[in-house]
């Protein structure tokens, strides 16, 4: 059975120091301007954190097993201080490392990795499109090869670090012909940042994450070399079904930190804030809800690293797809929306400071609702975890 070690414990501790002392202090001003904190992703990977499931020849940790269960607890401290902090390095890793980790060639790695998993770059990944999202075999982008280039025409939305300064890669999914039963055969496609013809369109005005870097993608013609195929032709669909597994449990783990800090924000505040003479904590009107808020986390801690443990026996040869598959839609539709029920209750508990800026469960707030909308929504997460029981599809 799963539990953290003194090891996890002790990188938690150098986690969250890290997160206090180089983010806390800065995130209310950043958040204000919609500013992405460029120079905060080197010093991350200084920390290891890019590299915690990569082996060491490209600088990786190089950790024999347990590699994502340590990505999660970054991911959760991270986002105990900042969301969008934390999808940085969730999509950073889950969404750009780990495509090319996975499935890159020997020339692809070596070519990229390195300087992804010091931080002195970022990924994206390309799949989402405007009439594309949860149906992702609508995808309507398009790659055709001729002359040993392919030639990419289409648009992506809602890309996660598809146009910081450190941006060196999105990987694409296109349409590249049809299988044998007519069906789309999608491909991934790595396009280096800078390609002609591939346009990254202005920064999204976002509800929260206003941290994080979003952008969309419209490409236009978009011509790199047969080489930058990431994978078998064909196997795009397979590929990204997988990344979204690993996915799904990050995101766990990202919501998670967001109703931990929930909890240690209205248990303050309860004790702290005093009304009719007496601590507003002492009404069971506010400490069955602290206490339900409490419950809720640890659930969902406990989903979020199991979830995480069977993703590392995976890894090891010890578990099935299907077990890992089954436990991240669960972990995530878990979290996710006790995440959102968090920032609810917290910010009632607040009364009127919660709906002010100053306060961080506002901020919070506005963050936790894409957690129930990204890698996969609820009602995506509910179908998976209906199939995975046996129900007809």
């Not at 991270?78 to 996975?102: E, F, K, M």
């Amino acid at each position: 059975m799963f539990e953290l070690s003194k090891d996890h414990e002790d990188f938690r501790g150098l986690v969250r120091d890290f997160a206090q002392g180089e983010i806390a202090p800065h995130v209310a001003e950043w958040d204000a301007a919609a500013h992405f904190p460029a120079e905060l992703v080197p010093k991350m990977g200084e920390l290891g954190l890019f590299g915690l499931n990569a082996p060491e020849e490209y600088g990786g940790a190089g950790l024999d097993e347990g590699g994502f269960t340590y990505l999660c607890l970054a991911i959760e401290e991270l986002g105990r201080v900042d969301q969008s902090i934390g999808i940085t390095l969730s999509a950073g890793v889950g969404l750009g490392i780990n495509p090319i980790l996975t499935y890159g060639s020997a020339q692809q790695k070596e070519r990229f990795l390195p300087d992804l998993i010091a931080g002195r770059a970022l990924a994206g990944f390309g799949l989402t499109e405007p009439g594309a999202g949860s149906d992702a075999g609508a995808t309507r982008t398009r790659a055709s090869l001729a002359d040993g280039q392919w030639t990419i025409t289409g648009s992506k939305a809602f890309i996660t670090n598809s146009g910081t300064d450190l941006t060196s890669v999105v990987t694409v999914t296109a349409r590249t012909g049809e299988t044998a039963e007519g069906k789309p055969e999608l491909s991934a496609i790595m396009v280096p940042a800078g390609t002609p013809g591939m346009v990254v369109e202005p920064a999204y005005r976002k509800l929260g994450w206003h941290i994080s870097d979003t952008h969309g993608l419209t490409f236009e013609g978009a011509q790199v070399p047969e080489d930058h195929l990431l994978g078998a032709r064909g196997s795009g669909f397979k590929q990204f079904l997988k990344t979204l597994d690993d996915g799904r449990i990050a995101i766990s783990a990202l919501a998670l930190g967001c109703a931990q800090r929930m909890l240690e924000e209205a248990t303050t505040y309860a004790g702290e804030r005093i009304a009719f003479g007496r601590p507003i904590g002492v009404n069971q009107g506010v400490s069955f809800q602290i206490a339900d808020l409490a419950v809720m986390v640890e659930a969902a801690r406990m989903l979020t690293y199991r979830a995480a443990w069977l993703k590392d026996e995976q890894e090891a040869g010890r578990r099935g797809s299907a077990e890992v598959k089954q436990a991240a839609a669960i972990a995530k539709l878990y979290s996710t929306e006790a995440a959102m029920s968090s920032t609810r209750i917290a910010t009632q508990v607040f009364g009127g400071n919660g709906f002010m800026e100053e306060y961080p469960v506002a901020r919070f707030y506005r963050d936790a609702k894409i957690l129930e909308i990204g890698e996969g929504t609820s009602e995506v997460q509910r179908m998976l975890i209906a199939r995975g029981l046996g129900l007809p599809a």
